[in-house]
């Protein structure tokens, strides 16, 4: 991330708000991982790359969280040949997700009857969208993930719907060969998380600078990573 002075450009954000950026950021990216830890145990289906983590954690009999990591750092060095800038936000997911579904795996008890299930399956694609809206809002870089989309976007000049579709159907498609969960809960959430998103981008906005302050650059837009 880089600083600048500037007089005119609205939407950025002061350093002074970093504090509570950084807390947004942690608390986003922890909660992530708890609510994927969720869906896991509904066992009613994954969001798309937790399909392709899980199938991944089943061939190789390391924890999903491990094999999200290892994936994230993988797909992060994607990014050199495509250009993309990564921010501390960036680096974090690719740590902090993981550590925290498998932090989450252990403490959950397992789940066998449907009337539990279902409300686990609920409760994490909730609070996915929740988790999503604070660590964007943040500000401080996308998912290693979702600069694979958008790098690719720009490198092609296809659509960020054409790109993310792609991806997400590669990756749900190699998942499930490998005995990734998809499910019911897989089709919710891909119907679901948009809007949450969306919503609770708007609860947890920073508040940005007024014009002439110094400002810290932006990094992605959200309309670049939220589903379409």
């Known amino acids: 991330m880089s600083t600048r ?4 450009e609205p939407g950025l954000l002061t ?40 199938g991944l954690a089943e061939l190789t009999g390391l924890t999903i969280g491990m094999v999200s990591i290892f994936v994230g750092a993988a797909v992060l060095l994607l990014w050199i040949p495509l250009r993309q800038r990564p921010g501390l936000g960036t680096v974090s997911n690719v740590f902090v997700v993981g550590i925290a579904m498998d932090g989450s795996l252990t403490l959950l008890p397992d789940a066998h009857i449907l009337a539990v299930r279902i409300p686990l399956l609920v409760a994490g694609i909730v609070l996915n969208g929740a988790a999503t809206g604070l660590y964007l809002s ?48 897989t089709a919710l959430y891909a119907v679901a998380i948009g809007p949450l998103a969306q919503f609770f981008l708007r609860v947890f906005a920073v508040p940005t600078a007024p014009g002439g302050s110094t400002v810290v650059a932006t990094g992605q837009p959200e309309r670049a990573i939220l589903p379409r």
């Open 5 to 8: 002075t500037t007089r005119s």
């Open 15 to 54: 350093p002074r708000r970093l504090p509570r950026r950084l807390v947004q950021l942690y608390a986003g990216l922890a909660l992530y991982g708890a609510s994927s830890a969720l869906l896991v145990e509904s066992g009613l289906g994954l969001e798309p790359w937790n399909v392709l983590h899980q």
């Open 138 to 185: 943040a500000r401080l870089g996308p998912g290693p993930r979702d600069g694979l989309m958008t790098g690719l976007h720009q490198l092609t000049g296809r659509s960020i719907r054409l790109m993310r579709t792609a991806i997400e159907g590669a990756v749900v498609v190699t998942g499930f060969a490998l005995g990734g969960t998809v499910g019911v809960g």
